[in-house]
């Protein structure tokens, strides 16, 4: 039975549990999504026992019948031939979703994690599913009005933050640009133009003993503490990883609990979560990204995280 690894060409993540797998004599099957139609191809049937068939690469076949587990490491989008005109390409590439990827989700084995369950995880959603969890969320707004982002800062003396609702960065002047976490100051509660041309999210600035990067595999939890030594770091880690100090901490059983319910309601085999740890010791959840990275985090704590996937891949169902 063989593991179907689907991720980007150059992902050195999804390489070291392809290489712990090979190491334990486990067959794997990589590809990307981005391979279909040119250099992949799907052969499939339906048939009174489900989809049967193969997956095909130049060199390569794989059955889907002989599929144990499939890992959903960020792949990229089909890419149709080119010399389409703008109507073909629309209609091949959703042709292509659909099809080849409607085989591929409707298989009945073991996903990390399914994108049919990725795709629901919205972030106010995740907020109201992790409150129904038992976990504590920071107060949120949404909105594109200018008066009802004023009226939350109001509230909150110790300042409130924006940080987006999807997309961490953007394309911008030919470049990749990052969308940090953003401390509101005076001067852009002052003019707040653009703000209704789409959604936004704000919460209140929480104050920081440290962050908890927690990677759940499985059963498993590997959480990291994660305390910022700059300014710029206390308000988003990102922004300055040289100020970062690292150490491995124990989650609170409620943390957990809730954690755990969180991923069955969202039917997650994988979830790095994000959490603030508050002077008080409370911790604050801020979001989960279910393909999240966590190989920085090993590097520096030495958590088994690649090996913990690669235990639930070889198993299966």
Known sequence: MTVLVLAADVDPTADAVVETLNHRGVPVFRCDTSWFPNHLALDAEMTEAGWRGVLRTERRAVALEG?????????TTCAVPDGMSPAERWHATHEAKFGFGGV???????????????????KPTQLAVAQRCGLTVPATLSTNQVDAVRRFADRYPDGIIMKPFGFGSILEDGGRKALN?????????????????????????????YEVRLTVVGARMFAAAITAHSAAAKIDFRSDYDALTYRVVDVPCRVSGGVRAFMTQFGLAFGAFDFIVDPTGEWWMLECNASGQYGW??????????SAIADVLAKGL
């Not at 599929?67 to 792949?75: D, K, Q, T």
């Not at 100051?185 to 920081?208: M, N």
Request: glycine share 4%; charged share 20%; no cysteine.
């Open 181 to 209: 976490t953003r401390l509101l100051s005076d001067s852009d509660l002052a003019d707040l133009r653009g703000i209704e041309t789409t959604a936004h999210q704000f919460q209140p600035f929480i104050q920081k003993a």
């Open 104 to 122: 591929l989700w409707s298989l009945p084995v073991r996903w990390v994690n399914h994108p049919g369950r990725q795709a629901d995880m919205y």
């Open 67 to 75: 599929l144990r587990s499939v890992w959903y490491r960020s792949p």
């Open 297 to 306: 985090i090993e590097d520096k704590t030495g958590l088994q995280i690649t």
